[in-house]
Structures are given as C-alpha cells and as structure tokens.
C-alpha cells in the first residue's frame, strides 16, 4: 500500500509538472498505472489450436499477463506465431524438446491447450521444469490422473490452475453474490443445459483416446462445474442416465447424451443435461425460496445474459480470457484468493463427478460422493 501511495505520489508531482496544454495532454491512468506496478506474468502456450489462437488473441489486451512463447508440434504454426505475436525463436519448442522450458528464464508458466487426454502427461512436464501450469479444462480425464496431476505440482512447488473463465464474469458473480448474500434464500434448484451438435465425425473430440469420453467431457462439465458454484456447496450423490442415437458417429466410451442429477448437503438438488447432438442448450436456472437466477446464455464467450427476480443482469461484457490470464497472474504472484477458486484441487472436484457419472450410467445407480 505504502509504495502504491509513493508510486502515485511520485506520478502526481510529475503529472503537475507537466505544462497545462488544453486538449492535448491526457491525465495518467492512475489506477491502470498502480495495477501495472505489478509482476507481469510470462506465459507460453501449448497447443496453437482454435482456443489456444483465442486466448493469444485475448492475451494482447492483458494488463498482468503476457504471451511469450509457443510450443507446438508443427513448426509452420510456430513461425506464424513469432510474427503475429511477436515472439522470440528462443522461445518456441516442440513436444519432444518442451522439458527444456527449465532453462528459459523468460517464461514463468505454461498454459496447456491440447486434447483432453495429453494435459496429465504435459502439466507433469511443465511442473518438472519448474513452471506454473494453466490448463484447459477438463483438467485430465479422470480424477486419478487429476490427482497426479496436482501432487506433482505441489512437489514441484508450482501451481496449478485451470482454466475455468466463467469464475471470473460479471453476472456470474452477481448471481453468487446474491446467492451469497441470501437474496434467493434457502437454495433449493439448479438446471444445466449445456449441448451443441458437434460436426466432424473424424475430430479428436469424437476419439476417447484423445478425449477421454464425448460431450461430458467437453462441455457437459460447465454444468458441473456451474451447478457448484451456483449452488455453492459439493454435491453428495449423483444418479444419470445416459442415451444414444448414433452409435457410429458416438463410439464405445463417447458419450452423445447423459441426463444426470446431483444432491447438495443442504437439500437442493441438479438436474442436467449434457449433449453433442442438440443446440441452443447453454443455460443455468437457480432457484431459491426467496428468488430465482437465470443465464442465458451461460458459459459461451458472451456476452453472457440474464436475470434474476429482481430484474435484469446488467454487468459488463469481458473478454472472458484477458481477465482470467491477469486475474491469473495475481493468483499466481499476489496469492489472490478468487470468489469461485480455479486451482487444481477445484479441476479435481469436477473429475471425480465426472467418474461417478460414468459410473451411475453404467450401473443404473445412485453414487454417493465422499469428500
Ligand atoms: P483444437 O483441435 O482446435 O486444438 C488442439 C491443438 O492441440 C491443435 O493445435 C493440435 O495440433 C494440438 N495437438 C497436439 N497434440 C495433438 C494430438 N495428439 N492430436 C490432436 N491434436 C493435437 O482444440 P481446442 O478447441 O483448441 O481444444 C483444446 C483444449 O482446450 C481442450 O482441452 C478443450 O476442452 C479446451 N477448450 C476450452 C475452452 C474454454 O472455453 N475454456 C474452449 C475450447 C476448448
């Protein structure tokens, strides 16, 4: 605080310093300039796809964050990379030579944007060269694998954060702020809808080896995921429900539709639903005794909408992965504590209900969750 005081000082005796120039002469961003002062944290990203190219796009209006490197399998990608993002050659690896990221001490953290079912071998990498990991969700593809993920992290002594951007949007942080607040009372209902049809039957999301499962995987996990945070408490038991009407495009271990419902310790209940074969499903309905909250849509790049009984959401539209990458770097250098945490153990959480849906599908039966 004492140094944010001396550091405006210092800029306001200069500011006043400066001639009086009507129309020319714009005052200092204050606020912009003290956040600044802050360590700039440095990222690689692995993985040149359509969202690692999203979040270097979002990355150059980043105030805390920086792109600085690029690991990727084909050396075309990486040549692009170097001119449109201005990154140095001394930063760019391929999959074989990555661990030498150890030796780099340009970067502070990678940010792993690859297909589900390489991120546990790629975040173990990148912790053993002694860098912060960011990594897409789902964190692994099953929470075995998330563990091992998080314990060489620790032992590592980097962290681990996933990449969960709807912690940090505005009217999903209204809506637990109400929640919080007890403006919806007792909490006693929250729907999911998240689906898409998905195209290409040859694609790596339609592969179990690479995704480790289908549409749950992929995007029936913001359900999940939002089904906590709004809710606000870890769910007990699951039961689900899973059905099929193409088995050729939806193989063995890819799932195409799962019904599944979650029980909170406090009574309320989830019901969700998860799909690669219908659209317009991305929807989050909260209902409490007192009021309701609903966003629509809820996890898309936004501008994400909604209302609750008392009106309209009006918070401001984000780009949803600039915030994240600088509230990232706080998290990572400031030790910010964020609303709705996006550690390894919060990835973890989302796996271990994914592995007993799986299991409640298979089996007809409810799951019980333990801690
Ligand atoms: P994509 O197919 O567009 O990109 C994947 C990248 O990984 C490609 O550049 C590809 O060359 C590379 N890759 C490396 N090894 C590969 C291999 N063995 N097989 C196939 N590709 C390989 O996929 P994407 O949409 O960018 O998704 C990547 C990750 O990001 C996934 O985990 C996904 O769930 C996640 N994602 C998150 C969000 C979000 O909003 N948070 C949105 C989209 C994707």
Same mark, same amino acid.
């Given at each position: 605080m004492t140094s944010r005081r001396n550091f405006l000082q210092k800029l306001? @005796?200069?500011a006043m310093a400066l001639p009086f120039l009507p129309g020319s002469v714009s005052l200092p961003d204050f606020e912009n300039l003290a956040y600044q002062q802050g360590k700039v944290l440095r990222v690689a990203i692995m993985g040149l796809g359509s969202y690692g190219t999203r979040v270097a796009d979002a990355m150059q209006a980043c105030k805390r964050a920086k792109l600085v490197g690029a690991i990727s399998g084909t050396p075309a990608k990486l040549k692009d990379?170097?001119?449109? /993002? =201005? %990154?140095? @050659?001394? =930063?760019? /690896?391929n999959y074989e030579n990555f661990d030498q990221i150890k030796n780099n001490r340009d970067i502070d953290a990678v940010y792993v944007i690859t297909p589900n079912a390489l991120h546990r071998d790629q975040v173990i990498r990148v912790a053993k060269a002694g860098k912060h990991a960011i990594c897409e969700k789902p964190m692994a593809i099953n929470a075995k694998e998330g563990q091992e993920m998080v314990d060489a992290c620790r032992q590592a002594n980097v962290k681990l954060l996933v990449g969960y951007r709807l912690h940090f949007e505005p009217n999903t942080l209204e809506i637990i702020r109400m929640r919080k607040a007890g403006e919806l009372g007792k909490v006693m209902f929250f729907q999911g809808l998240s689906g898409f049809k998905i195209g290409d039957p040859k694609q790596w999301r339609l592969n179990k080896e690479l995704a480790g499962g289908g549409a749950m995987?992929? %995007?029936?996990i913001y359900s999940i995921n939002g089904a906590r945070y709004m809710v606000g408490e870890e769910p007990v038991w699951v039961t689900a429900q899973e059905t099929k009407t193409d088995p050729v495009k939806f193989k063995e271990g890819v799932d195409e539709t799962i019904q599944f419902q979650l029980g909170f310790p406090g009574g309320a209940v989830a019901s969700c639903l998860s799909t690669y074969t219908m659209n317009n499903l991305d929807r989050f309905f909260l209902n409490g005794e007192k009021g309701f909250a609903e966003l629509f849509p809820a996890t898309g790049y936004g501008p994400i909408k909604g209302r609750t009984h008392k009106g309209e959401l009006t918070g401001p539209h984000t780009t949803h992965q600039t915030v994240q990458m600088d509230e990232m770097a706080a998290i990572i250098f400031d030790n910010k504590q964020?609303?709705?945490p996006v550690d390894g153990a919060e990835g973890l959480k989302d796996l271990k209900i994914i592995d007993a849906i799986f299991q409640a599908v298979k089996t007809g039966r409810k799951v019980e969750l333990k801690g």
């Amino acid at each position: 605080m004492t140094s944010r005081r001396n550091f405006l000082q210092k800029l306001s @005796a200069s500011a006043m310093a400066l001639p009086f120039l009507p129309g020319s002469v714009s005052l200092p961003d204050f606020e912009n300039l003290a956040y600044q002062q802050g360590k700039v944290l440095r990222v690689a990203i692995m993985g040149l796809g359509s969202y690692g190219t999203r979040v270097a796009d979002a990355m150059q209006a980043c105030k805390r964050a920086k792109l600085v490197g690029a690991i990727s399998g084909t050396p075309a990608k990486l040549k692009d990379w170097q001119s449109k /993002y =201005n %990154i140095p @050659a001394k =930063n760019c /690896y391929n999959y074989e030579n990555f661990d030498q990221i150890k030796n780099n001490r340009d970067i502070d953290a990678v940010y792993v944007i690859t297909p589900n079912a390489l991120h546990r071998d790629q975040v173990i990498r990148v912790a053993k060269a002694g860098k912060h990991a960011i990594c897409e969700k789902p964190m692994a593809i099953n929470a075995k694998e998330g563990q091992e993920m998080v314990d060489a992290c620790r032992q590592a002594n980097v962290k681990l954060l996933v990449g969960y951007r709807l912690h940090f949007e505005p009217n999903t942080l209204e809506i637990i702020r109400m929640r919080k607040a007890g403006e919806l009372g007792k909490v006693m209902f929250f729907q999911g809808l998240s689906g898409f049809k998905i195209g290409d039957p040859k694609q790596w999301r339609l592969n179990k080896e690479l995704a480790g499962g289908g549409a749950m995987m992929d %995007i029936g996990i913001y359900s999940i995921n939002g089904a906590r945070y709004m809710v606000g408490e870890e769910p007990v038991w699951v039961t689900a429900q899973e059905t099929k009407t193409d088995p050729v495009k939806f193989k063995e271990g890819v799932d195409e539709t799962i019904q599944f419902q979650l029980g909170f310790p406090g009574g309320a209940v989830a019901s969700c639903l998860s799909t690669y074969t219908m659209n317009n499903l991305d929807r989050f309905f909260l209902n409490g005794e007192k009021g309701f909250a609903e966003l629509f849509p809820a996890t898309g790049y936004g501008p994400i909408k909604g209302r609750t009984h008392k009106g309209e959401l009006t918070g401001p539209h984000t780009t949803h992965q600039t915030v994240q990458m600088d509230e990232m770097a706080a998290i990572i250098f400031d030790n910010k504590q964020p609303v709705v945490p996006v550690d390894g153990a919060e990835g973890l959480k989302d796996l271990k209900i994914i592995d007993a849906i799986f299991q409640a599908v298979k089996t007809g039966r409810k799951v019980e969750l333990k801690g």
